[in-house]
């Protein structure tokens, strides 16, 4: 059973700060990783993906990628009060014959504070 | 690009009645589509998986002659919820993918209210 642990939060931090998301997972096949991002009652939005080892810049969002750790983390500079909304890990692997599925973790919910 | 459409986005109806739902890429041919419930405050549940003229791979606990899926082109998947029950009001999203390490994109969701 493929497992994608986040912490639930909710995370608060500072406008301006740099807020840390930390997912873990237990597949060591997963290829794809993905950050999406949920504000309430809305549907998934994508913000960043990661193949690979080391880390990936977009602007304000780095996502970084351990493989051997089993880990991937996504990190947002100068937070805004916008970016208060629910984070999802995701990742993909080969799982069945319908073709690589995402599983997501819980979510980590962030608020950023004024 | 990729965005995916997702009609409609709310529905209110008896009980007892037939609820379809469309999904459609917009600007990529989508060889792999899925379906996910999510229930308030809940993470999301992938409900069905489908690739373009093959049927649906369904989760475990999840009724194959209740949520019937058609995936019928690259950019089309319908959902439809025969018999619809209050327990079956959730919000429904699809989310379509070009590519099998592709990111998935996702619609906007149809909340589904049964009375």
């Known amino acids: 059973q493929k497992e994608v642990e986040q912490n639930s939060g909710p995370l608060s931090v500072p406008e301006g700060a740099i807020a840390s998301l930390n997912c873990t997972y237990s597949?060591?096949?997963?290829?794809?990783f993905f950050w999406y991002r949920q504000y309430s009652g809305k549907s998934p939005e994508l913000i960043m993906f990661i193949y690979s080892n080391g880390d990936k810049e977009d602007g304000r969002f780095t996502a970084q990628l351990n493989k051997a750790s089993q880990y991937v983390s996504l990190l947002i500079r100068d937070s805004q009060p916008s970016d208060s909304a629910t984070y999802l890990c995701?990742?993909?692997?080969?799982?069945?014959?319908?073709?690589?599925?995402?599983?997501f973790g819980g979510g980590t919910r962030l608020m950023v504070k004024p | 690009g990729a965005v995916v459409s997702q009609h409609p986005s709310w529905v209110i109806c008896k009980s007892g009645t037939s609820v379809k739902i469309e999904c459609r890429s917009l600007d990529f041919q989508a060889t792999t589509m899925f379906w996910y419930r999510q229930f308030p405050k809940q993470s999301l549940m992938l409900m069905a998986t489908?690739?373009?003229?093959?049927?649906?791979?369904?989760e475990q606990g999840v009724e194959k002659d209740k949520f019937l899926i058609n995936h019928a082109s690259l950019t089309l998947s319908t959902l439809t919820v025969t018999s619809a029950h209050p327990e079956d009001s959730s919000f429904y999203i699809c989310s379509a993918r070009e590519g099998q390490t592709q990111p998935q994109h996702f619609g906007d969701g149809t909340r589904l209210s049964i009375l």
């Open positions: 489908s690739n373009e003229g093959s049927k649906a791979t369904y």
């Open positions: 995701a990742v993909n692997g080969v799982e069945n014959n319908a073709g690589n599925m995402l599983t």
């Open positions: 597949d060591r096949g997963s290829q794809s």
